[in-house]
């Protein structure tokens, strides 16, 4: 059984910045990626950022330039850093792992980013 558990979402105002972390506990064999998705209100989640196995990652346009997705360097850890957060970013974000036969997801965190 493998579990995520998320930590650091928060309120803020535009401009400021927020950091993001999931810990992945349990039997993992493998990782083809970890990352973040995000859900806004009456709207599909999507992809934020992603680090797959090979290869760099991966960044939506909407966050290009202002987010960065990083792994804690021998542990099942990863990070999001949101810097020069707009109230478009406002969601509950997840993050996810793939061992490439099944998807893990984390509770969620809510972040919201007033004007």
């Known amino acids: 059984q493998v579990q995520l558990v998320e930590s650091g979402g928060g309120l803020v105002q535009a401009g400021e910045s927020l950091r993001l972390a999931c810990a992945a506990s349990?039997?993992?064999?493998?990782?083809?990626?970890m990352g973040w998705y995000r859900q806004a209100p009456g709207k599909q989640r999507e992809l934020v950022a992603r680090?797959?196995?090979?290869?760099?990652?991966d960044y939506a346009d909407s966050v290009t330039g202002r987010f960065t997705i990083s792994r804690h360097n021998g542990k099942n850890a990863w990070y999001l850093w949101m810097n020069s957060l707009k109230p478009e970013d406002t969601g509950v974000y997840y993050c996810?792992?793939?061992?490439?036969?099944?998807?893990?997801w984390g509770q969620g965190t809510q972040v919201t980013v007033s004007s």
């Open positions: 996810h792992l793939s061992d490439g036969e099944h998807d893990y």
């Open positions: 680090i797959r196995n090979v290869g760099g990652p």
């Open positions: 349990g039997s993992i064999f493998n990782i083809n990626t």
